[in-house]
């Protein structure tokens, strides 16, 4: 059965601090792996993607890591800020229009 | 204005009702699609819309029927539901089922 799973559920770090969010997945061929962000009551924003042939992607202070060969993927968010506070959930395409979820990390920066 | 639009964005509903989730997109995308997003757990993929046909249904109860009359709306109709369907829906629609997805708000649907 094809998952991904995220660790920690839930974090919660002060302001100003480095931060890494964990997700594993149990299909190494993906086509791709996608970072969202789901701020409370709301759809998900695309963050970064991810193509199966690349290693990672960086968009300002968010910098996400693929590496097949173990199932993982690190989403990294640099200075963090009270307004980085949502849910971040990680997706693995493998083709034929599924994209499979995880639950998600709620991430809280206090200020 | 969003690129995908959900209505209503907020639906509360007796197990009798018949009731239409709808959603239109802003983005020329050829493929829709419904998720179901329930407390703490993983987006569930109901069905996906590819040029307007029906490719993925994904092992989902006959009480939730979906619609696609273009390629810019889709509709979920309801009817019968149970408590344990109260959930966030979510509409997202792609380029040719590429990445990346982009969703709307959804809908937060209460069964009673």
């Known amino acids: 059965k094809q998952e991904v799973t995220q660790i920690p559920a839930a974090l919660s770090v002060p302001e100003g601090e480095n931060l890494v969010l964990n997700c594993s997945f149990t299909?190494?061929?993906?086509?791709?792996l996608q970072w969202f962000r789901q701020d409370p009551g709301k759809g998900l924003t695309s963050l970064l993607l991810i193509q199966s042939s690349q290693r990672e992607q960086t968009s300002g202070r968010l910098n996400a890591s693929l590496d097949k060969s173990s199932g993982r993927s690190t989403l990294y968010i640099a200075a963090s800020q009270p307004g980085d506070s949502a849910t971040y959930l990680c997706a693995m395409e493998t083709g034929g229009f599924k994209t499979i979820f995880g639950a998600g990390t709620r991430l809280f920066v206090k200020a | 204005e969003t690129g995908v639009t959900q209505t209503p964005r907020h639906l509360v509903m007796g197990m009798t009702n018949k009731k239409s989730l709808k959603c239109e997109q802003h983005l020329g995308h050829n493929a829709m699609y419904w998720y179901k997003q329930s407390a703490k757990k993983p987006l569930e993929l109901m069905f996906v819309?590819?040029?307007?046909?029906?490719?993925e249904n994904n092992s989902v109860p006959s009480r939730f029927s979906p619609e696609c009359p273009n390629s810019s709306h889709l509709f979920l109709h309801l009817h019968t539901l149970q408590p344990e369907d109260s959930a966030l829906y979510l509409c997202?629609?792609?380029?040719?089922?590429?990445?990346?997805?982009?969703f709307g708000n959804g809908t937060r649907l209460t069964v009673t």
């Open positions: 819309y590819s040029l307007e046909e029906r490719v």
């Open positions: 299909d190494s061929a993906i086509y791709n």
């Open positions: 997202a629609s792609s380029q040719l089922g590429g990445p990346p997805l982009h």
